[in-house]
C-alpha cells in the first residue's frame, strides 16, 4: 500500500462547480500536510498548507481528518484556470528518525466552459 | 532570487553513461531532496537530506547516488545509466520538513536514457 493515496481522476467539472479531492495517509505520526498544484510539464507550486483546525484561502479549503487518516481540498465556483493535477503532500518518519516529504499520484482536475 | 537551480533542463544519455545533475538552493535550507515524475505518476522521491552531511533513502533510491557536502548543494549521480530512469528529475528545499515548511521546487531536468 502507498504511503499518500489519492484518486487520480480525471475530474471533469463544468465553470463554477464545487469539486473536492481526498487524500488518504498511513503514518499516523505524520505532522505536516500540504496541496500542491502542478500544471501541466512544469515544477509543483504549493497551493496551501494544511492544518489540524481547517484553513481556507479564497475559494479553497483544507481539511484534515486525523482519525481517519485523510485530508481534503475544496474548491468552489471553480474556473478554467483551476485545471492542472493536485497533489498531496505528508510527512512521514524516515528510518534515521529525520522525515520526509511523500507525495501522492496526484488528482487531475479538468474544468470545462 | 534564484531560489532552487538546476543544471541541465534537458540530457540524452546512452544506457550504461554516467552523469550527475545539480541542484544547488541559495536560501539557507536545511531540507534538500530529489524526485522523479514519471507520465500519468505524481512525484517520486529519489533521496532526501535534513542537514549537510546527512542523506536518507527515498521511495525508489536504487540507481542512484547522492551526497551533501554542503548545505547549498544536493547533487544526484546516475551510477550506470539505464532506460527505466528516463522521467522528469525535481529538487526541491526547504526551511526544515517539519512545522508545515513548504518546498520549494527547481524547474526540472528532463532526461532521456537511449
Known amino acids: 500500500r502507498k504511503e499518500v493515496e489519492q484518486d487520480p481522476g480525471p475530474f471533469n467539472v463544468p465553470e463554477g462547480a464545487t469539486v473536492a479531492f481526498n487524500c488518504t495517509y498511513s503514518n499516523s505520526a505524520s505532522q505536516s500536510f500540504f496541496w500542491y498544484r502542478q500544471d501541466c510539464r512544469k515544477e509543483p507550486k504549493l497551493l496551501m498548507s494544511?492544518?489540524?483546525s481547517g484553513n481556507e484561502d479564497g475559494r479553497f479549503t483544507a481539511q484534515l481528518n486525523r482519525a481517519s487518516q485523510y485530508i481534503s481540498l475544496l474548491i468552489r465556483d471553480s474556473k478554467l484556470s483551476d485545471s492542472a493535477t493536485y497533489l498531496c503532500v505528508v510527512n512521514i518518519r524516515g528510518s534515521s528518525n529525520t522525515g520526509k516529504l511523500i507525495f501522492g499520484q496526484g488528482t487531475t482536475l479538468q474544468v470545462k466552459p | 532570487n534564484a531560489g532552487v537551480t538546476q543544471t541541465p533542463k534537458f540530457q540524452v544519455l546512452k544506457t550504461g553513461q554516467s552523469m550527475t545533475l545539480q541542484c544547488a538552493q541559495d536560501m539557507n535550507h536545511e531540507y534538500m531532496s530529489w524526485y522523479r515524475q514519471d507520465p500519468g505518476m505524481g512525484l517520486r522521491l529519489i533521496h532526501y537530506s535534513v542537514g549537510a552531511g546527512i542523506t536518507d533513502q527515498g521511495e525508489v533510491p536504487n540507481g542512484y547516488n547522492v551526497s551533501r557536502s554542503t548545505t547549498e548543494d544536493f547533487p544526484l549521480r546516475l551510477l550506470s545509466a539505464a532506460p527505466s530512469q528516463t522521467s522528469v528529475y525535481f529538487c526541491a528545499s526547504s526551511y526544515s520538513y517539519e512545522n508545515n515548511q513548504p518546498q520549494h521546487f527547481g524547474d526540472g531536468t528532463r532526461l532521456s536514457i537511449l
Open positions: 494544511v492544518y489540524s
